[in-house]
Nanobody
Framework: QVRLVESGGGSVQAGDSLRLSCEVS????????MGWFRQPPGQKRAGIAL???????THYADSVKGRFTISQDDNATLYLQMNDLAPEDTAIYYC???????????????????WGQGTQVTVSS
């Protein structure tokens, strides 16, 4: 069983940066893809970045491309570096993993079956 624990959220001003972390343990075969998702107030959860750990390949939603960077270190900890934050980035941020070998919709939450508890990011103008 994969266990995911996010940290690093907080309240910042527009233009600031934050780095989220996700400690990953257990179930190596349950984390063939890993991603970051967010759920703004009153909206559905949506994928923003994913990484394929075996190759390091990454994929981003247009809304964060060029501002956010997903990465993973040798201890399997997942990171999301967020730069130039804006009020519309306010959301609960989740990391997730999947045991699927191939994703038909890589940024769809439905493709992922292991989730962390989430961490709040609030950006004020």
């Amino acid at each position: 069983q994969v266990r995911l624990v996010e940290s690093g959220g907080g309240s910042v001003q527009a233009g600031d940066s934050l780095r989220l972390s996700c400690e990953v343990s257990g179930g190596r075969y349950g984390r063939r893809y890993m991603g970051w998702f967010r759920q703004p107030p009153g909206q559905k959860r949506a994928g923003i970045a994913l990484i394929y750990p075996s190759t390091g390949a990454t994929h981003y939603a247009d809304s964060v491309k060029g501002r956010f960077t997903i990465s993973q270190d040798d201890n399997a900890t997942l990171y999301l570096q967020m730069n130039d934050l804006a009020p519309e980035d306010t959301a609960i941020y989740y990391c997730a993993s999947t045991s699927a070998g191939r994703l038909s919709q890589p940024l769809s939450p439905d493709e992922y079956n292991n989730w962390g508890q989430g961490t709040q990011v609030t950006v004020s103008s």
